[in-house]
C-alpha cells in the first residue's frame, strides 16, 4: 500500500469513527493512536514512521473532508517538547507525556533562561540536588512562556558546579503545579502577560521525571532549541498567508504610493522566497533533529516580520498608532492570540530575540554553516564555579 493511501484510510477511519464536530480531546486522541498525528514519529508514537513532508496531505486531507475538525497547536510542546522526549525520552516517558501533549490536555513550556543566562544559557544557575530517588531543585527562571497554564516544563539546571558549564547540566521534565514553584506574570509591550518569572524553592522532582543522562542537559537543550528555531521561523503556509497576507490586506484596503508599492512588492518576494525555501527544506527533511539550517529560517523569519508589520502600521497612518488597550490580559492558551496588527507589530518587536537573537542566529550560521573562525570562549573548558559572575 503506498503511503498516501495509508494516510487516507487512516483519516477516513479516523473520522467515520469519531465526530470533527464533537469532543476534541477524544477526536485527537484517536489521531493520535492512528499514527496521524505527528506522521513523521515512529508508529505507537502518534506517528507512521514516514518523511515530514507527508504531515501536509494530512492536514490538507483533513481539512477537505471536515469542516471544523478540531485542531490545537502549541509551539512550546508540539515543535519543540514533543521532538525532545522522542530523541532523548525513556519508552516509559514517551508512553506517559507524548498523547496528552497533542491533544493539549498538558500544556508545555520551556524553562531554560534565567535573569543571569539567556543567550548563554549553558551559564545557567538553577541548582539541582540529588536526594535519594528525588532532585532537590532551587532557583529562578525568566521569560518562561505560558508558565502559567502549563502542567511540564521543560527544565534544565546544574546539578555539578565543578564540571566545565555545558558538561555539568541535567534536564528534567518538571510539574508547573507541584509544591515548592511559583509563577508571577510579565507584562509585555503589548499589555499581555505571555511570559512570567518562576521560582523554585526546594521544589522536589522524581528521578523518572530526568530526560536522559545526569549530566548530559545541554545535549537535550541543544536538540529542543534547534527544534525551537524550526517552530518559530519554519513554518510553512500557503502562500498569501501570515504576516505577508495581513499587509497585502492593508494595501488592498489603504493603498498608497509608488514608493509604497515598491516597498510591499519587495516585502512580498522575501516572503515568497523565505516561504519556497521553508518548504524545500521541509520536504529534505526525513527524520531526526534539524541541523543549525534551522537558525536560517528563523533569522530570516524575525529580520522579515518585524519589516512587515512596521510597512503595516506604516499603511495605515495615524490610525496605525491607536492601540485597543493596554490593560494586563493573561492569555488563557497557547493560542490564545488577539489578531490586530498593531498588536502583531508590537509583538514583532521580540521575533528577534526569542528562541534565540539574531546576533546569535547569525554566529551560529557563521561557525557552523560557513566555517567562519568561532567566537573566543575562554570559560568553555573552567569548573563553571570558576567562571566569574556579575
Ligand atoms: C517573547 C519571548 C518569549 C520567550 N520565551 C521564553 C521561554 O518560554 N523560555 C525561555 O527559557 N526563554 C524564553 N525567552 C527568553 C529568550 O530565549 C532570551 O531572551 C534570549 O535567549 C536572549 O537572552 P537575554 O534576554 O538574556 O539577552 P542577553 O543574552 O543578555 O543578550 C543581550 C544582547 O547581547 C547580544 N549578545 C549576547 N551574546 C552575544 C554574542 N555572543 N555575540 C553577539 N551578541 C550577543 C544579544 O543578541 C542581545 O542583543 C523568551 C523571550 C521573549 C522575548
Redesign the pocket.
Known sequence: MGNETLINDRIDQLVAEHDPAGDRTEFMRAQFDLGIAWVAFPKGRGGLGLPHSYQDHVDKRLDAITEHRPTFFDI?GHGMGAPMLLAHGTDEQCDRYLRPLFTGEEVW?????EPGA???VAGLSTRAIKDGDEWIVNGQ?V???VAHIAKWGMLVARTDPEAPKHRGMTYFLMDMQAEGVEIRPLRQITGEA??NEVYMTDLRIPESQRIDQVGAGWRVALTTLMNERVAIGGRVGPRHSGPIGELLDVWKERGGTDADRDRVMQLWVEAEAARLTNLRAQQNRTHGTPGPEGSTAKLVFAELNKQIYSKAVELLGAAGMLYDTYDLIIPEGPDDVRSDIRRSFLRSR?NS?????S??MR?ILGERVLGLPG?PRIDKDLPWAEVPRG
Not at 513550556?109 to 533562561?113: I, M
Not at 530575540?353 to 537573537?357: A, L, R, Y
Open positions: 512550546i513550556c520551556q524553562l531554560f533562561s539567556g543567550s548563554d527562571k521569560w518562561t512562556t505571555e511570559f521580540a530575540i526569542e528562541g534565540g537573537t546576533e546569535i554566529n567566537e
